[in-house]
């Protein structure tokens, strides 16, 4: 340990600081521990310490340092916690220091201090920009899948934890009158004047306090004061919502702002449902973003050294934790902000020198530098900062700024802290979301909004204010536009802002750039190690547009989606294509402002709450009595019964063998059932299904296809109808809900004048399907009183009937119709009547052995009868190419009916539906296997393809369904089914897709 | 996240509704006769870089069949009415 612990650190200043040092907590990093105090960032904590390496950077490891002191930090970033809460790359900036904080560096083996892949600098001249892609490419092109996986192994900076997220993440819907992001001066202002006017206003804080720019003034300065009082002011209004440690992190349509609040440390607790971070969605009348300026670094030789920080984070050290990082200082600067910084320092105890790119500087301020004993340098610039693992020296050069060369020798400083500014960007990301892009003003060197929609509004230094008095006043203009809008005005003064209040907000009034050339790298990009070379070179060879430039050099891809580096890099691209700034532009920002937990987006929607569960009525009898559970959509459905084999192969044969021998049931509740009603409904019907509906009988049920407007397949169903102007209808469970939506555009769209309601009844019915050779005597033996005959109830009739008995006043449907080639029965009872209705059939089938089966067979009896589902109806086929084409009427017009003869639909080569049988195999080809025929080379496209396979136990064989060209043409012939995903060939004969009983004799009796 | 009015319900989240493209197709009488008529309406679109007046369904609610006219660059909406009551070309 450095330092005694009480007195937090070497580096920290005995008195000042909005740290509590009546609250001392310890920081943990990298196993040492390091005293800090409520109120400081882990970046404090580690500079009082006198930690400026804690990084190894991207791809060159180079030793890196604290650089900034908020969230554009591009280094400094740390691993925190362990274990299911390890957590990578969080800036060390915007880390608060609590009780129990544990950090690590990353990206170095075996420490920061001696990291042995910091031999990828030697081999730095081969990583420059485009890498990949000039080494990997002809003769080496194969090398690729060989060192892909070191590379992969080398990528990346910090490494996250693969196990679950134990923590608890809630979403919370707001709507708010204003919604003001940003709480340094301007975004108060705004605040407290909506809300001095009777709106509703919701302040946001991505810091865990309030003041923005603020914080970083001396707590003993007029302008904390201010701070003080206008939070005061803003607490008496009653109508401020505030969140803070609250990142808006994108601006949406609709006026709509996503918040990423973070918990405060030590309070989340997912057993009492205290979640660590909460998603807000609001929605606001008015969005005011005072979202401020970030300061821009300097581009100079070993700019990256541990120990080079911006100038504003050097006086935010000093102002708001009370840390001096370092006591030799030289600031490199192009502006006037800076000196408040270095004066900062300098009263800090610290000794300063202060190099100015500027011929000439304002003697006001050069006096007040001079009399804390600042050494101010004009017209110079910082040539190189050297030191390796922390700057100890800093080359400095007399520098014409109008030449833009050096015009006299290199000299040296002896330095332990080298601090830049060149100047501050107004953070334009969340008004970019939108697609506005920014404009750039010659006279801020910078780029602002472009401008902002209705509803939206800027203030303070992200529109381009230059001290506190115009941030007020901007932020006041916001809160006057937002009260307009909703037809009020603004209830009192504008707050005056505080006499002496010494912040101003600096943009760069010249170039970023100090050019002088020295040896070795000059950085851009801290966080992706791009250098100004790497721009240099993306020039040469032509990506020289700034969305190219980008990519080519991945400047501004890494987590701070270069919040340091974007514009540097664009003036200097701009310099080489002798442009102006406003025509090179810049690229697009796109949520999130800054990274967000996927915890924090996914909200309770994890695990078994990923989307909603939908249960059978018999949902608890298939658990119960052995049912393998799968999903089918939302559904749950039992897939085979364990006690019919041991395996789901082993059962769903055994299941199909006793259904076609005595009788099983299924439960097909997932159903897609809509009642239609209406004087209209038959015509209605006969309009929509490609058959016949108008005419058919009461008490009777008919098979129908639908197709899209487009002459493809939609869906397959039965409906039947229960009166002259009374319709139930079926689809199939996938296609449920868009049925339902096809059936209300058309009534409501297409055909308002018909006079039909229809309403989905999906949920309202259960239903399971008895099928087999006894099948009958099961239902006679259940419901007596009902005549089952052939005569009374013929196939595809219908009955509805109430019973009587035990299950008194219980209706049920009964429709004749089979899927599976056997007698067959499907029926209906409303779902609170589901389980009796199913544990009364189960119960009077027992002297025929009645037993459940599963999906697997439901889907593989009716591949043997050639009925066509989801797989074979898959939104490319049409009635012809599943041999149903005569099912279309000639005599009345339908839906689809328009195109399904287009010229694309009736060509002779469009593959066709077969069965095709397995020649030696035992088991089925694989679904979707492409089909060839036996003289074609296995290549290419093929002929058509499988589409559902089964082995079946009463023809011995593995069979299959599939789509051929030629179709029931080949029937006889050999074709190939190949699967090169699994590198597997079958041999199968093409037969007639109905393997059993086309005559239907089975269920017809 | 998009506000749409609904005539029914009042203002809602996108969410709520479902997407369904052009609302500007007019349907022709069903029948092969009208074929070409039918290339058109299935087929055509004019995707404006602007105003778009487009269906959305109330699916999650009253399952009313609406049009929009909203911006395809700026994406506010400037109208939303019951589909029966839209402007046909």
């Given amino acids: 340990m450095s330092a005694p612990l009480d007195t937090g650190g070497v580096n920290r200043v005995p008195t000042g600081g909005r740290i509590d040092r009546a609250q001392p907590v310890t920081l943990t990093h990298d196993g040492k521990t390091l005293g800090g105090f409520v109120g400081d960032t882990a970046a404090a904590t580690l500079l009082a310490h006198d930690i400026h390496l804690v990084a190894r950077s991207f791809k060159y490891h180079r030793p890196r340092g604290i650089m900034a002191a908020g969230v554009e930090e591009p280094n400094a970033l740390l691993t925190v916690g362990s274990g299911a809460r390890q957590e990578p790359n969080i800036a060390a900036t915007a880390l608060e220091l609590h009780f129990g904080l544990h950090t690590r560096s990353q990206n170095a083996w075996p420490s920061v201090r001696f990291d042995l892949m910091a031999v990828n600098s030697l081999l730095s001249p081969f990583f420059v920009a485009g890498f990949y892609y000039k080494t990997f490419m002809g003769p080496t092109r194969k090398a690729w899948m060989f060192y892909e996986h070191f590379i992969r192994k080398a990528a990346g900076l910090g490494v996250a934890t693969t196990q679950a997220d134990p923590e608890r993440y809630d979403w919370q819907h707001g709507f708010t009158d204003v919604l003001v992001i940003g709480s340094g001066p301007a975004g108060l202002s705004a605040a407290l004047g909506a809300a001095q006017a009777g709106l509703d206003v919701t302040l946001v804080e991505q810091d865990f306090e309030l003041g923005g720019a603020l914080l970083a003034q001396p707590v003993d300065s007029a302008s904390s004061q201010w701070l003080n009082h206008m939070l005061a002011a803003l607490r008496a209004t009653g109508r401020v919502q505030t969140l803070t440690r609250a990142t808006a992190f994108g601006l949406y349509d609709g006026n709509t702002v996503g918040v990423a609040e973070r918990t405060a440390p030590g309070r989340a607790d997912a057993k009492l449902g205290a979640p660590r971070q909460r998603l807000h969605i609001l929605r606001a009348g008015h969005v005011v973003m005072a979202c401020g300026a970030l300061e821009r670094p300097l581009v100079f030789a070993g700019n990256d050294t541990p120990g080079v920080m911006l100038a504003g984070a050097v006086g935010s050290y000093v102002n708001r934790f009370a840390v001096r990082p370092g006591r030799q200082a030289v600031f490199a600067v192009n502006n006037d902000a800076a000196y408040g910084d270095a004066m900062a320092l300098a009263r800090a105890g610290a000794k300063v020198c202060i190099a100015d790119l500027r011929p000439t500087v304002d003697p006001v301020m050069l006096g007040q530098a001079q009399a804390v004993g600042i050494e101010v340098l004009t017209a110079t610039a910082v040539a190189a900062a050297s030191g390796g693992q922390r700057v100890r020296s800093c080359s400095m050069v007399p520098f014409d700024l109008a030449l833009g060369k050096a015009t006299g020798a290199v000299f040296t400083r002896d330095v332990d802290l080298v601090a830049m500014s060149g100047g501050w960007t107004p953070s334009v990301h969340l008004s970019s979301h939108r697609g506005i892009k920014p404009r750039y003003r010659d006279d801020l060197g910078a780029f602002v909004p472009g401008g902002f929609d209705a509803g939206h509004a800027g203030a303070g230094a992200m529109v381009g204010c230059q001290d506190l008095a115009q941030a007020i006043g901007s932020g006041w203009g916001a809160a006057q536009e937002a009260a307009v809008r909703r037809g009020m005005a603004l209830a009192t003064e504008m707050p005056n802002a505080p006499l002496g209040a010494d912040l101003s907000m600096a943009f760069a009034t010249c170039g970023p750039i100090a050019a002088a050339k020295a040896k070795g790298k000059a950085f851009v990009d801290f966080q992706n190690d791009v250098t100004v070379d790497d721009i240099d070179l993306a020039h040469r060879e032509g990506y020289r547009a700034v969305e190219h430039l980008k990519r080519y050099t991945t400047l501004g891809m890494g987590t701070d989606q270069g919040k340091t580096s974007n514009l540097n890099a664009l003036a200097i691209m701009a310099a080489r294509r002798s442009l102006g700034m406003d025509v090179v532009g810049t690229t697009t920002f796109r949520p999130p402002y800054t990274p967000v937990t996927i915890g924090t987006l996914a909200g309770r929607s994890v695990r078994s709450h990923l989307a909603p569960v939908r249960r059978t009525a018999m949902h608890d009898w298939h658990m119960a009595h052995g049912g393998d559970m799968m999903e089918a959509g939302n559904w749950k459905r039992p897939l085979w019964y364990h006690g019919h084999g041991e395996t789901l192969s082993q059962a769903y044969k055994a299941e199909m063998v006793f259904v076609r021998t005595q009788v099983g049931i299924a439960d097909v509740s997932t159903l897609g059932k809509i009642d239609v009603q209406g004087p209209d409904a038959a015509e209605f019907l006969n309009r929509v299904y490609v058959n016949g509906f108008a005419k058919l009988p009461i008490g009777k049920a008919r098979y129908g296809f639908m197709l899209r407007e487009d002459g493809i397949v939609m869906d397959d169903g039965t409906t039947s109808r229960i009166g002259e102007t009374a319709f139930f209808m079926t689809t199939t469970t996938a296609q449920a809900a868009r049925v339902m939506s096809h059936l209300e555009f058309l009534l409501q769209v297409v055909w308002p004048d018909l006079r039909v309601t229809v309403a989905s009844v999906s949920d309202q019915w259960a239903a399971m399907s008895m099928a087999g050779p006894k099948s009958r005597e099961v239902l006679m033996a259940a419901f007596p009183g009902v005549d089952f005959s052939t005569e009374a109830l013929p196939h595809m009739g219908l009955r509805d009937v109430v019973l009587d008995g035990a299950l008194a006043g219980i209706s049920v449907r009964i429709i004749r119709l089979t899927f599976s080639g056997e007698l067959a029965y499907e029926v209906y009872t409303p779902t609170h009547f589901g389980l009796r209705i199913w544990e009364h059939l189960l119960e009077c089938g027992k002297p025929w052995e009645l037993r459940p089966y599963g999906l697997e067979a439901l889907g593989s009896l009716r591949i043997e009868k050639g009925h066509v589902v989801g797989s074979e109806m898959d939104g490319r086929t049409t009635l012809g190419d599943m041999g149903m084409g005569r099912m279309a009427s000639t005599v009345k017009p339908f839906w689809g009916g328009a195109l399904m003869r287009s010229e694309n639909l009736i060509r002779d080569d469009r593959p066709t539906l077969v069965g095709l049988e397995a020649v030696d195999a035992k088991e089925p080809p694989n679904n979707g296997a492409i089909l060839f025929f036996s003289t074609d080379a296995i290549q290419g496209h093929g002929r058509g393809h499988v589409t559902s396979t089964t082995f079946s136990p009463t023809l011995g064989k593995a069979i299959a369904l599939g789509l051929l060209q030629g179709g029931t043409r080949h029937i006889g012939q050999e074709v190939i089914a190949a699967s090169p995903v699994h590198g597997r060939q079958y041999r199968l004969r093409v037969v007639d897709p109905c393997f059993l009983d086309p005559a239907g004799e089975r269920y017809r009796v | ?89």
């Fill in chain 2, 1 to 89: 996240m998009l506000r749409i009015q609904c005539p029914y319900c009042g203002e809602r989240d996108h969410d709520e509704f479902s997407y369904f493209g052009d609302a500007t197709k007019v349907y022709p009488p069903l029948g092969a006769e009208h074929h070409d008529a039918w290339v058109e309406a299935v087929y055509q679109r004019d995707n404006p870089k602007g105003e778009h007046l487009e269906f959305w369904q109330h699916t999650l609610a009253c399952r009313r069949w609406l049009v929009v006219r909203r911006n395809t660059v700026s994406h506010d909406i400037l109208d939303v009415m019951p589909a029966r009551e839209r402007p046909l070309s």
